[in-house]
Structures are given as structure tokens and as C-alpha cells.
């Protein structure tokens, strides 16, 4: 089992509506969590992180996570053309080496006009 | 600031042969990361390095090596490219620490024919 797990789409929400990418993960002791933003061709971007049970506002987009469940979503409110990306869930794992960044496959979305 | 930097950006290898892949940050960052992405699998951990002087092997280690060199570099090296390793690669670096988030460089596309 993939430790951090995400659908991978596409997802496809029309223009102004909300799109929510959901993300679990398997190791109970992880404390960080980010959200990577990634168009076709590019590297990876940082969007969003979160570190606490609830929720996380940052302009159109909010970040959500439930340590008991181990269920980490992102949700972009009117969503946009530019939105369209494949974004990615990435938890920080503490190991004897040090910090691990898992990633998980990925969830592609497109915004329709 | 340059951030992350990768070389090269594109490189075409015959089977057999080796190549290092460079990376460098100049954020005084702790830990580095390399990654391989290819398509429907997400971004793999290959090699982390969570601090100058030490690495730990990631999720898929296998035909890879790695050296920190110091404190700002950390190379990879593919000793005897195989077709399998066709992949863009990603360099990462974090300040290190639970809680931080890694920042990227532009990725090398690597071919292997």
C-alpha cells in the first residue's frame, strides 16, 4: 500500500465552482502537510500547508485535515482556468535518517469554461 | 536568489552509460531531496539527505547513488543508465525539520535509448 494515496482523475469542475482533491495517508506519526501545485512540463509549487486538526483559509483555497482519519483535502473556491493542474498531497514522515517527503500520485484537475 | 538549481535541463544517454545529475540550493537548506517522476506515478523518492554528511535511501534507490557534497550540493548518479531510469528527475531541498516545505528545481529529462 502507496503510503499517501490520492485519486488521480481527472477531476473536471466548470468554471466558479468549488473542487475539492482529497488525499489519506498511512503513517499515523506524521505532523506535516503540504499541497504541491504542478502544471504540465513545470516543477512542483507549494499552494498550501497545514500541521493542525481543521481547516487552514488561504485565499481561494483551504486545506483540511483530520489526524484521526488520516485524511488530508484541499478545496478551491471558484475555481478558474488557471486552476487546471495536477496537484499534489505531500506528507512529512519522520524517520531515523531524518525528515522523508512522501508524495502521493497526484490528482489532475481541469476547469471547464 | 537562484533557489534550486538543476543541471543538466535535458540529456540523452545510451544504455551503459553514466552521467551525474547535479543539484544545488542556495537557501541554506538542511535537507535535499532527489525525485523521479514519471507518468501516473507521482513524484518517487529516490535519495534524501537530511542533513550534510548523511543519506538515506527513498522509495526506489535501485541504479542510483548519491554524494552530498557539502551543505549547498547534492549530486545523483546513475552508474549504468538502463531504459527503466527514462524519467524526469527532480531536485529538492527543505531547511529540515518537521514542518517545512521543500522547494524545487526545473526537473532534468533524462532519455536513456
Known amino acids: 500500500q502507496k503510503e499517501v494515496e490520492q485519486n488521480s482523475g481527472p477531476l473536471s469542475v466548470p468554471e466558479g465552482a468549488i473542487a475539492s482533491l482529497n488525499c489519506t495517508y498511512s503513517?499515523?506519526?506524521?505532523?506535516?502537510f503540504f499541497w504541491y501545485r504542478q502544471y504540465s512540463g513545470k516543477s512542483p509549487e507549494l499552494i498550501m500547508s497545514?500541521?493542525?486538526?481543521g481547516d487552514k483559509e488561504d485565499g481561494r483555497f483551504t486545506a483540511q485535515l483530520n489526524k484521526a482519519s488520516q485524511y488530508v483535502s484541499l478545496l478551491i473556491r471558484d475555481s478558474q482556468p488557471s486552476d487546471s493542474a495536477t496537484y499534489l498531497c505531500a506528507v512529512n514522515e519522520v524517520t531515523g535518517g531524518g525528515n522523508k517527503l512522501t508524495f502521493g500520485t497526484g490528482t489532475q484537475l481541469k476547469v471547464e469554461l | 536568489n537562484a533557489g534550486v538549481t538543476q543541471t543538466p535541463k535535458f540529456q540523452v544517454l545510451k544504455t551503459g552509460q553514466s552521467m551525474t545529475l547535479q543539484c544545488a540550493q542556495d537557501?541554506?537548506?538542511?535537507?535535499m531531496y532527489w525525485y523521479r517522476q514519471d507518468p501516473g506515478m507521482g513524484l518517487r523518492l529516490i535519495y534524501y539527505?537530511?542533513?550534510?554528511?548523511?543519506?538515506d535511501k527513498g522509495e526506489v534507490p535501485n541504479g542510483y547513488n548519491v554524494s552530498r557534497l557539502n551543505k549547498r550540493e547534492f549530486s545523483l548518479r546513475l552508474e549504468s543508465a538502463a531504459p527503466s531510469q527514462t524519467s524526469v528527475y527532480f531536485c529538492?531541498?527543505?531547511?529540515?525539520?518537521?514542518?517545512?516545505?521543500?522547494?524545487f528545481g526545473q526537473g532534468t529529462r533524462l532519455t536513456v535509448v
Open positions: 497545514i500541521y493542525s486538526n
Open positions: 503513517d499515523r506519526g506524521s505532523q506535516s
Open positions: 537557501m541554506n537548506h538542511n535537507s
Open positions: 529538492a531541498s527543505s531547511l529540515g525539520g518537521s514542518g517545512t516545505e521543500a522547494f
Open positions: 539527505s537530511a542533513s550534510e554528511g548523511t543519506t
